[in-house]
Every structure is written in C-alpha cells, then in structure tokens.
C-alpha cells in the first residue's frame, strides 16, 4: 500500500502525492476521497518530519561554520601576537 512507501518517497513524488491526495479529497469518488482523507495526515506528517530534520541540519551546518570561523580568527589572532 502507498502509506507504507511514504516514507522512501523522493520530496517531489511527496509532493506530487500530496497535491493528488488533497484534489481527490475533493473531487474524487466516493472510494478515492476516503483514501485520500486516509492519507493526508501521514503525508503531513511525513512532511512535516523532512521539514523539521532540513532546520537541524541547517542549524548544524551554520554552527560548524561559526565554529569553524572563530577557529580562524584565533589562530589569526594568536599568530599575530607571536609576530
């Protein structure tokens, strides 16, 4: 069933996925509207646990680069005081 593949979904069939599942939910057959009302929670919940894993990954990366930055105005600041 497609609510056990969500998960190994690229971003854009998610997305395409869920584009589908909100029309059908308005528009579909009587059969297709409950699927799609099946649904929609799990792919926003799957969306919404991408989203949240991009902003740590994000926060990580602008961490190590500040980290990584203030490495190299001490090293900058301690080879000058030697000179």
């Known amino acids: ?5 969500i998960a190994d979904l690229s971003d854009k069939e998610l ?3 869920h584009g589908n599942a909100i029309r059908l939910a308005q528009s ?3 059969g297709q509207r409950s699927e799609a009302e099946r649904l929609l ?4 919940a799957e969306v919404e646990q991408r ?4 902003s740590v990954a994000m926060a990580d990366a602008r961490q190590k680069r ?3 930055a203030s490495a190299a ?6 080879a000058a005081a030697k000179a």
């Open 1 to 5: 069933m497609i609510d056990q593949r």
């Open 15 to 17: 997305e395409n996925l």
């Open 28 to 30: 579909g057959s009587p």
């Open 41 to 44: 929670p799990l792919i926003g």
């Open 51 to 54: 989203s949240h894993t991009r």
């Open 66 to 68: 500040r980290d990584a």
């Open 73 to 78: 105005r001490k090293s900058k600041a301690k």
